[in-house]
């Protein structure tokens, strides 16, 4: 769980995986069932856990080790009875405890700072909002939103197990390296 890399093309993921990304994440917005089923041909080969974002027909489809849906996206029981890993997102603690209660794996917490990829997102949770989570939950915490390899290590320090990263993809190794120090002071 230690980096996440949210990312629509296979190419980019077997960077991402080579530089140490742990969690590969199928995220591609806007599109059906079907035409994220054919974008996520050859994931499931790159040697990481593969997750599939908000659709779990195509998870079950890509034979994906798991889903991460969002507070508003259908599926929980689906993914659940059909055990795949299922993580949920959370922008607070009682969102956190809810979605650990419901069967969640781990949590996807943030956004921790603005990001473009959100722009419709909470407002963001901040260190403290994080700390906050990950005190809440037995579960792991991954923290997401606007991290990149200058503040993941916060992001550890605040109690996070792991990050998730879209436009920080592309700078994986030094991403991964933030972690592991980090994670080596606890």
């Known amino acids: 769980m230690r980096l996440h890399v949210l990312i629509d093309d296979v190419e980019v993921a077997r960077r991402a995986v080579a530089e140490g990304a742990t969690v590969v994440q199928l995220r591609v917005k806007g599109v059906s069932t079907e035409a994220l089923v054919e974008r996520g041909r050859g994931f499931r080969e790159l040697g990481a856990t593969f997750l599939v974002n908000d659709d ?3 998870a079950l489809e890509l034979g994906a080790d798991g889903v991460h ?3 508003s996206d259908a599926g929980l029981d689906r993914a659940l009875s059909a055990v795949l890993t299922v993580g ?3 922008a607070s603690a009682d969102e956190a405890l809810d979605a650990e209660w419901e069967g969640a794996a781990y949590v996807g917490a943030g956004p921790v700072w603005a990001t473009p ?3 419709d997102a909470d407002p963001p949770i901040g260190l403290d909002g994080l700390a ?3 005190e809440a939950v037995s579960i792991p915490v991954v923290a997401i939103g606007g991290i990149d390899a200058s503040n993941a290590g916060a992001c ?3 109690g996070a197990h792991g990050v998730a990263v879209i436009r920080a993809a592309a700078d994986a190794a030094a991403v991964r390296q933030a972690v592991d120090e980090a994670l080596g002071t606890r």
Do not use: D, F, Q, T
């Open 117 to 119: 990829s959100k722009p």
């Open 56 to 58: 779990v027909e195509a």
């Open 156 to 158: 550890i320090e605040a």
């Open 69 to 71: 849906l969002g507070r």
């Open 132 to 134: 906050e989570i990950c």
């Open 88 to 90: 949920l997102s959370a």
